[in-house]
């Protein structure tokens, strides 16, 4: 028997204890899969926008993969904390793998950043998603009328939908109450999206660019002289040798380039070659606009600045400049990458591989690619794993670690107690009228599951 922690049950830890208990080479691998949280599934319930229905839809396989008898999920257990140091844990198990993701956003660096209506997107992304140490934040919508979004990834592109959608669209997602009825009276009318490079540079994918066209009410426009100084835009030679993702696209905006702009309502403005030079506020201390410097091309994929600045107004500003991973105390790390240094998912202290500790998803390779890419990643350490099951097996063990858990006075939720999460999350919507709405605090969902 082989009993292997997972600390994670986001989409990495998650394909991570699938691969482990349904290979065949090492018998008898049961695996703990822990999470911070009460609730599982990590990014695909508390970062995947609450409109994207299909990809939400994934939780359903990796709810079955929870749900296999060889796997137990335990959430609302902090590892790394005083209760389980990471050094408990490897006592407790044969083996650790880490799939703790990448929690923190990055900073522009900028003066202005820390006044009022200045936001991470991944801060505006948890409290929408109702992730329970978001719920007291506060945007202060009814008093925007323009956003400005930093950034030109996925992210970006979500929270620039999500403020630009109507209420209508976002009361059949599982959206938290509060966080619906604030962006069902926001005065909204205008986001731009602003990116410091260009648009054949853009790291967001073309479906996700295409939708901001689809947006009932919504104007989505870019500016044709803007998108001309990528050097690509008007060589199709150079446009064709493009990677698929960014030849698409260009397609894509140059159709809205060349399209009326109408007047709809709400505006999306898509924004290249601006790089952030600092955010402006008023006497309140409230972000009123963001100074933006124009740059260009500098011939190696990069930009410089020019010289010449523009404001674009604003009373809510979002930065949404990547992730980066957070140290774990007991973990070795790299503060240049935000990972944990590693050979194929086996932890490297001191440049050699430490048995019996792993790491995969973003805590591994750091933050990117979509969920699907998980899958490989959490393969290739599951095989690092098995490949050292041998010497990981002949450790005993002092019994099970759920005993060892509780005595260390944590309260672990086991799968019924998340079950029952998810049905007061049914009851909940229903009481609104609504499809299930996520319980947005910890004392709602420690509550439901029978732990308050
Ligand atoms: P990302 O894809 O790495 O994009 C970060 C963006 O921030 C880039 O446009 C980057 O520009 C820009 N940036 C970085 N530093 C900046 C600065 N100082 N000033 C101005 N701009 C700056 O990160 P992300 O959007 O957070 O996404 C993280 C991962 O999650 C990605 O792999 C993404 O695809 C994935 N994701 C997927 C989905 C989906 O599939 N629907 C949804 C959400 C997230 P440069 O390119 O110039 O550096």
Same mark, same amino acid.
Request: net charge neutral; aromatic share 6%.
């Given at each position: ?223 044709? &002289?803007? *998108?001309?100084? #990528? +050097? ?6 150079? !446009? $064709?040798?493009?990677?698929?993702? @960014?030849? %698409? ?79 774990? &105390?007991? *973990?070795?790390? #790299? +503060? ?6 590693? !050979? $194929?998912?086996?932890?490297?202290? @001191?440049? %050699? ?94 509550? $439901?599951?029978?732990?308050?």
């Amino acid at each position: 028997m082989l009993r292997v922690a997972v600390v994670g049950s986001g989409p990495s830890g998650v394909y991570a204890a699938q691969t482990l208990v349904q290979q065949r080479e090492v018998p008898g691998v049961l695996v703990d899969v822990l999470d911070r949280l009460p609730a599982p599934y990590g990014l695909v319930r508390y970062g995947v926008a609450p409109d994207h229905e299909k990809i939400k839809s994934l939780q359903g396989s990796l709810r079955t993969v929870l749900e296999d008898e060889r796997i137990r999920f335990l959430g609302n257990v902090e590892v790394g904390g005083p209760a389980l140091p990471t050094g408990r844990l490897l006592e407790l198990y044969h083996a650790v793998v880490y799939c703790v993701g990448a929690a923190r956003d990055r900073l522009l660096g900028i003066p202005g950043e820390d006044l009022a209506g200045v936001h991470s997107a991944t801060s505006f992304v948890s409290w929408y998603s109702g992730h329970p140490d978001a719920v007291d934040e506060s945007f202060d919508l009814p008093g925007v009328d323009s956003a400005v979004v930093v950034g030109a990834g996925n992210v970006a592109v979500d929270v620039t939908r999500i403020l630009a959608r109507g209420p209508a669209e976002l009361e059949p997602t599982d959206m938290p109450q509060p966080a619906l009825g604030a962006l069902a009276i926001s005065g909204l009318r205008r986001v731009a999206m602003v990116a410091r490079r260009g648009p054949s540079q853009g790291k967001f994918t073309t479906k996700e660019l295409r939708e901001l066209g689809t947006l009932p009410g919504v104007d989505t426009v870019v500016d044709p &002289a803007e *998108l001309a100084i #990528d +050097p690509v835009y008007e060589d199709p030679a150079a !446009a $064709a040798a493009l990677p698929a993702v @960014a030849r %698409r696209n260009l397609e894509a905006l140059r159709g809205w380039a060349g399209a009326d702009p109408g007047g709809s309502g709400r505006r999306i403005a898509l924004r290249f070659y601006l790089r952030p030079a600092e955010i402006l506020g008023g006497p309140d201390g409230r972000v009123t606009a963001m100074r933006f410097e124009r740059t260009a091309p500098d011939g190696r994929g990069g930009v410089s600045g020019t010289g010449v600045f523009e404001d674009i107004e604003a009373q809510l500003v979002l930065r949404s400049v990547g992730y980066k991973g957070v140290p774990l &105390a007991g *973990l070795p790390f #790299d +503060p240049s990458k935000g990972t944990v240094p590693h !050979a $194929a998912g086996r932890v490297l202290r @001191a440049g %050699r591989a430490s048995v019996g500790e792993y790491v995969a998803g973003w805590i591994k390779r750091g933050p990117t690619g979509v969920i699907g890419t998980n899958r490989p990643c959490a393969k290739e350490t599951a095989s690092s794993l098995l490949q050292d099951a041998g010497v990981l097996a002949r450790r005993e063990l002092s019994g099970d670690p759920l005993d060892a858990l509780r005595a260390a006075g944590l309260h672990p939720v086991e799968w019924p107690g998340w079950l029952a999460i998810e049905a007061a999350e049914t009851d909940l919507g229903r009481s609104f009228g609504r499809g299930s709405v996520k319980i947005p605090d910890w004392s709602g969902l420690l509550g $439901a599951a029978g732990l308050a």
